[in-house]
Structures are given as structure tokens and as C-alpha cells.
């Protein structure tokens, strides 16, 4: 029998994938997300909608403050970084994206993480997940013609 955070964590990657489906977005959940794969990093979803490619680690956050595996970050950068390959052209943006119970989906770029003073995590806290992007945000920034820094971009609140 399966243990409940994983099985949340399925929930989680399913509901996303399907409300991001139902807004335009081809989706695709990892083959290994959450099974402790070493020799390759899989993120838990992947979006693409007008050309622009979102790479997603999923979680669900039930406490104020989220601890994220250095490491794991880390591989994430570098298949962010693979996708991108020497083209200034391709879209590539990456987020957390964190499930709280009884909210809204919340977005959190991953230049935003900052390391820990010990650096063995990244740590996400309360302002981070007020200032996070939103699903409509996520939208936009697929409509967007040309490429921009996320710095750049004004999120809109729910």
C-alpha cells in the first residue's frame, strides 16, 4: 500500500497537470518524479503553451515554511539548463509549485530560492509564497511574444 504523501503527491501532479491542460497547456508528468531516481532527474510536470516550455517541481506545502533539497534544485537547474541549450530564443522558466490546502496554486521561480546559511537547502517562507505568481500569471507569461526576465514581468494577485 502506497504512503499517503506519495499518494498526495500524485493528487497534486494530476491536478495541476489537468488544470493547466484544461487552460491550453500540453502536459506531461515525469516518468520517475518522487521515486528516488539518481542517474537522471525527471521534474514532476512539464508545460508547453505557445511555444514556451515550463518546468515544474510540485509540492505541497501544509507549514508556513518549506525546506527544498539543495540537490535536488540543483538537477532541476541543469535540466532547465538542457532544454535552454545555446538558444537565446527558447522559453524555458522553472517554478515550485507549491499546493496549499484549501488555496489557489502558487508559483515560485526558482531564482527566487535562496540557500540556507548551512546551503544543504533552499528555504521558501511566507513572503515568497505571498509574492508568488499565480495560474493567470503562469498564462500571461505564455502569451508574452518575446522572451522577458521574470524581474520584468508584473504578477497580478488573486
Not at 497534486?12 to 506531461?28: H, P, Q, T, V
Not at 510536470?45 to 533539497?69: D, P, Q, T
Request: hydrophobic share 40%; glycine share 4%.
Amino acid at each position: 500500500m502506497p504512503n499517503k504523501a506519495r499518494v498526495r503527491g500524485f493528487r497534486a501532479e494530476r491536478s495541476l497537470a489537468l488544470a493547466l491542460w484544461k487552460l491550453g497547456f500540453a502536459c506531461i508528468r515525469g516518468p520517475a518524479s518522487g521515486s528516488g531516481a539518481r542517474r537522471l532527474f525527471y521534474p514532476d510536470l512539464l508545460a508547453i503553451r505557445n511555444g514556451v516550455i515550463f518546468v515544474f517541481e510540485i509540492k505541497i506545502a501544509a507549514r508556513k515554511i518549506l525546506y527544498l533539497n539543495r540537490l535536488k534544485i540543483e538537477r532541476l537547474k541543469d535540466f532547465v539548463k538542457r532544454i535552454r541549450g545555446s538558444s537565446k530564443e527558447t522559453r524555458v522558466y522553472a517554478f515550485i509549485a507549491l499546493k496549499i490546502p484549501d488555496k489557489r496554486w502558487r508559483f515560485i521561480p526558482l531564482e527566487k530560492l535562496r540557500l540556507t546559511k548551512s546551503c544543504t537547502t533552499y528555504k521558501i517562507d511566507v513572503t515568497q509564497v505571498n509574492q508568488a505568481f499565480s495560474i493567470r500569471d503562469i498564462v500571461q507569461l505564455s502569451e508574452l511574444s518575446s522572451p522577458r526576465k521574470l524581474d520584468n514581468y508584473v504578477t497580478s494577485h488573486e
